[in-house]
């Protein structure tokens, strides 16, 4: 067996594969599908102080190769996710999982950030500050460098876990935030969250999403995501978790070579719950026709 070890921070993980965010639920959902304990870690739910509802629906819209969404950042609070959710997700798990943190103000961030830092089970904490589906929160903090610095201070100083910041790739120039983040103390940097996009409805002649617009994903995005995890890997001395787009062993290979220290898959969970497993039973036949004995060896091998 090729080693097919990364290390994040000091946490080693058996394989790079995270499913992201969003994309595989609080985990213990696909646990009936497969033990998904072959998994090197897991992102859950995006979790904010409060319960939330989510946006108005429709949330979904199809487009060639992916989708838009505009969920809205629906999850039970962070009190619910740790008291409930995450125990769940202890029972049929045993390794360090990333909580997905999303607020509406630095304190929020914050707070939510310290629950998750006292949590058993809780590796990594995965600041988002790019989810574009939410007014005055989520992607207004990552398209400043100003405010996601000043999100990712105030997270550090209050945590002793890893902190992780999520990036959005609607902005101009990503390095600027990436440089942001690292610079006010961020432990590693994840991206890319969703691209902003639409849909209309031509019977209707109205946005077919009911927010009118939502984040892209899917295999459309991953030369995009490969650019930006590229450029990022070239202004940053921190650890990258790449992901957009992400549907094979190869992508896989890619990213790394990009750059990323391990992968996240997102919108292929959707397509198919058991991506993440077909991906990791993959990457050894893959690792053998590229020639990588170790798998960490190819971060960044691109450059
Ligand atoms: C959402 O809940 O709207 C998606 C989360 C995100 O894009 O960060």
Redesign the pocket.
């Known amino acids: 067996m090729p080693d097919m070890s990364v290390t994040l921070s000091g946490l080693t993980l058996t394989n790079p594969i995270i499913p992201a965010s969003?994309t595989f639920g609080f985990g213990y959902e696909f646990a009936d599908l497969y033990d998904i304990n072959v998994l090197g870690s897991l992102s859950m739910k995006?979790t904010t102080k409060a319960p939330r509802f989510g946006n108005p629906t429709p949330r979904i819209a199809e487009i060639p190769d992916g989708l838009i969404?505009?969920?809205?950042?629906?999850n039970p609070g962070v009190e619910k996710v740790i008291s409930e959710e995450l125990p769940k997700l202890r029972q049929v798990y045993s390794k360090p999982v990333l909580a997905n943190i999303s607020g509406f103000s630095v304190d929020e961030f914050v707070e939510c950030a310290k629950r998750f830092d006292e949590a058993q089970g809780v590796g990594i904490l995965e600041i988002?500050i790019?989810?574009?589906?939410v007014h005055g929160g989520?992607m207004s903090f990552g398209t400043d460098p100003k405010a996601a610095a000043a999100v990712t201070e105030a997270v550090k100083k209050a945590v002793k876990k890893p902190v992780y910041v999520k990036l959005t790739p609607n902005v101009t120039d990503i390095t600027v935030i990436a440089k942001a983040v690292e610079a006010a103390g961020a432990d590693g940097v994840c991206l890319i969250?969703?691209l902003l996009g639409m849909r209309i409805d031509l019977k209707r002649r109205r946005p077919v999403i009911a927010n009118k617009m939502g984040?892209m994903s899917g295999p459309c995005l991953l030369p995009l995501a490969l650019r930006m995890v590229y450029q990022v890997y070239e202004t940053v001395n921190i650890p990258i978790i790449g992901m957009g787009g992400v549907a094979s062993a190869e992508d896989v290979v890619e990213m790394m070579l990009a750059g990323a220290s391990a992968v996240e898959v997102g919108a292929a969970n959707l397509v198919d719950p058991f991506a993440c497993k077909r991906i990791i039973e993959a990457l050894p036949e893959t690792m053998k026709k590229y020639n990588i004995e170790k798998l960490k060896d190819i971060i960044g091998g691109a450059h």
């Open positions: 969003g995006g969404n505009s969920v809205g950042l629906q988002n790019s989810c574009p589906n989520g969250n969703t984040g």
